[in-house]
């Protein structure tokens, strides 16, 4: 069966501080990990996409890593904003341009000043 | 880039009534759509695939006669929460994508509250 787990459930840093959030899937065959942030009462919206080939992805502040080996991939925030007080969400895509799409629980983050 | 607006943001409705949502997509063409639930603390559940001049396409576990799904144009599905329960309350989020390998573009939701 196709999972994604995601970790931590929920997280709280101080503005200005760096963290990174975890994402362990077992879906097969492999084809791309999304990452979405979601605010909360809104849709969520695409961060980065990872294929099997990458290794690292940057956008903006936001860098997301992905070893298909161990099948874990993180999303690293650093110099966090209040802005970023979201749920981020790890969107893993099995098969080529599938529409079979398991997706995580989220993280919800919280930056406090 | 690729819009999906959703519509209403927000209702609420008495028991036994019937809810319909709209999920446009603004600025290109989706032949297939796709209906979320969200509950508290929870990820989306996939309901149902919206499918443009077919039969959507439900998930296990979701009644199709309860959730009609309409997908008349390509830039338009449809969601109508027939014979509301206040166990349907939720968030109700569509999604599009715009080419083969693009992101699904999600609406902005739907917060369902059922009286």
């Not at chain 1, 080996?69 to 098969?95: M, P, R």
Request: aromatic share 8%; net charge positive.
């Amino acid at each position: 069966k196709n999972q994604v787990e995601q970790s931590p459930q929920s997280l709280i840093i101080l503005e200005g501080k760096n963290c990174t959030l975890q994402c362990n899937y077992t879906v097969s065959p492999f084809s791309n990990l999304r990452w979405y942030k979601q605010d909360t009462g809104r849709g969520p919206v695409s961060l980065t996409i990872m294929t099997f080939s990458e290794n690292t992805k940057s956008n903006g502040r936001y860098t997301a890593t992905l070893d298909a080996d161990t099948k874990q991939s993180s999303l690293h925030i650093t110099a966090s904003q209040l802005s970023d007080s979201a749920s981020y969400i790890c969107v893993v895509s099995a098969g080529a341009g599938s529409y079979q799409l398991t997706f995580g629980k989220g993280t919800k983050l919280s930056v406090i000043p | 880039g690729a819009v999906v607006s959703q519509h209403p943001s927000r209702v609420i409705c008495k028991s036994g009534t019937s809810v319909k949502i709209e999920c446009r997509s603004l600025d290109f063409q989706a032949t297939t759509m796709f209906w979320y639930r969200q509950f508290p603390k929870q990820s989306l559940m996939l309901m149902a695939t919206s499918n443009e001049g077919s039969k959507a396409t439900y998930e296990q576990g979701v009644e199709k006669d309860k959730f009609l799904i309409n997908h008349a144009s390509l830039t338009l599905s449809t969601l109508t929460v027939t014979s509301a329960h206040p166990e349907d309350s939720s968030f109700y989020i569509c999604s599009a994508k715009s080419s083969y390998n693009s992101p699904l573009h999600f609406g902005n939701g739907t917060r369902l509250t059922v009286t």
